[in-house]
């Protein structure tokens, strides 16, 4: 038995010497040490021995035993150091190549314009409301002193739906929708998006966002409004932006206008953002129409107000001197790029 344990430990050194791999480490293992291997084995006909011999032999095997399992550990840990450097080797990264700058995104000049506005009315007292997209032809046009047979419902281009829905055409159903359910006195902004039948080009979008600001209670005149006008005005275009009234006609508003401000870019000195007039038309604005009071149960004897209706791109064109309306819906990072701050 002696000479089949020496023969073990000579076999386990040779094949310890051919074997490259964890793999073939593994098989020698189960050969020799397994529970079918050959030491194992050796060490099952241990009870055939004499009780003399018996615990020389059974110290002999472990000896064998533990050897072999110690130069299967130290050859195992051999290979893995040696595959473990072969990889990197290969996979060598050389850490003094630069790395590669990762561009930081920036806010939208839309969402820049919105925020300003958004921070410029809360900070007068208003509070902010919104509506839904897709909205009743009640709220977009009727409520809104607009009849079925009214020409601005054509001039509007208004997508239709059935049931008789609409996309919206301007935020203005969102003020029907608060004074239907909030009693004067009223401090609102309603920003969001609208939808006209309008083709693309630098001026026109089919998709634009709306800014729509509505004040209710007593004694309010427009001299309110233009006040409230000139400092949003001021305070978004600089305080050296002048503004104007033009008087105008919407269905909803009585008397109304339009609203000019100077130009962000020339100063109103005449330029290509301009057309030359040294003037930029923000939107409409007036007084609300007694009709749309009324419709909403709010007495136009004891009430009075003031809406406004600005267009958002024509504001951050103005803004940042923009002048065409399809960049801002292009998604070109080069452009959007130079409003990071």
């Known amino acids: 038995m002696k000479d089949e344990l020496y023969a073990i430990r000579e076999k386990a050194d040779g094949a310890l ?46 000896e064998v035993r533990l050897d072999i399992e110690e130069r299967l550990d130290k050859a195992k840990r051999a290979i893995l150091s040696r595959e473990r450097e072969a990889r990197l080797r290969e996979e060598r990264i050389d850490v003094t190549i630069p790395g590669t700058d990762r561009a930081l995104g920036c806010r939208h000049p839309m969402t820049i314009v919105m925020d300003e506005l958004k921070e410029l009315f809360i900070g007068m007292g208003f509070g902010i409301a919104e509506g839904p997209d897709v909205e009743l032809d009640y709220y977009n046009f009727e409520a809104l002193n607009i009849p079925a047979n009214h020409p601005a419902r054509d001039e509007q281009d208004t997508f239709y739906a059935e049931g008789g829905l609409v996309l919206r055409t301007q935020t203005s159903s969102v003020q029907v929708r608060v004074m239907e359910k909030t009693p004067p006195p009223i401090r609102i902004i309603a920003p969001g998006k609208c939808y006209r039948s ?7 979008s089919p998709v634009f966002h709306q800014i729509e600001g509505l004040v209710v209670d007593r004694d309010i005149t427009m001299g309110d409004l233009k006040g409230s006008l000139n400092l949003f005005a001021r305070q978004l275009f600089g305080e050296a932006t002048r503004t104007r009234f033009r008087p105008h006609h919407f269905p909803f508003t009585e008397p109304s206008a339009e609203m000019d401000v100077s130009c962000f870019v020339c100063g109103g000195g005449g330029c290509r953002v301009c057309k ?9 604005c007036g007084m609300v129409h007694p009709n749309v009071l009324r419709m909403q149960g709010i007495d136009p004897e004891v009430y009075t107000g003031w809406a406004f209706g600005f267009g958002l791109e024509r504001m951050a064109m103005a803004r940042f001197g923009i002048s065409d309306m399809r960049v801002l819906f292009e998604n070109d990072v080069r452009f959007l790029g130079q409003f990071a701050r």
Not at 31 to 55: F, M, N, V, W, Y
Not at 276 to 284: A, T, V, Y
């Open 17 to 62: 010497a051919q074997a490259q791999t964890p793999e073939a480490l593994e098989e020698l293992r189960v050969s020799l040490l397994g529970k079918k291997g050959e030491l194992t084995q050796i060490l099952k006909s241990l009870g055939r021995l004499g009780a003399e011999e018996r615990p020389a032999m059974g110290q002999l095997a472990n």
């Open 276 to 284: 030359d007039s040294g003037w930029i038309e923000l939107g409409g």
């Open 198 to 204: 309008d083709a693309v080009d630098a001026t026109h």
